[in-house]
């Protein structure tokens, strides 16, 4: 029998931010949005998608629109800028 009270995530979005690291943007079961890392892992066989500890809990829309905004501005502070990220 299922447990109704646990906490599910449904993804909504994700990004790629590393070869092997996405950032996943789901809705809880509980409310609001998280916002949490993914690493990839082969095992040699296959890849196996672990969740790294700490997501984000955001949560709105509102506060979803604030975390773009902050991106945005990043961006735009960035510019074109090459300058190479460490990709652990």
Do not use: P
Request: with cysteine; glycine share 6%.
């Amino acid at each position: 029998m299922a447990d109704n009270n646990k906490t599910r995530y449904e993804e909504i979005s994700n990004a790629r931010v590393s070869d092997n690291r996405s950032v996943v943007i789901s809705s809880c079961s509980k409310g609001g949005y998280t916002m949490a890392q993914r690493m990839n892992i082969s095992d040699g066989k296959q890849i196996v998608s672990v969740f790294l500890k700490g997501a984000i809990h955001i949560k709105d829309k509102e506060g979803l629109e604030n975390v773009r905004d902050a991106i945005n501005v990043v961006l735009e502070q960035i510019g074109n800028d090459d300058e190479q990220w460490d990709d652990d």
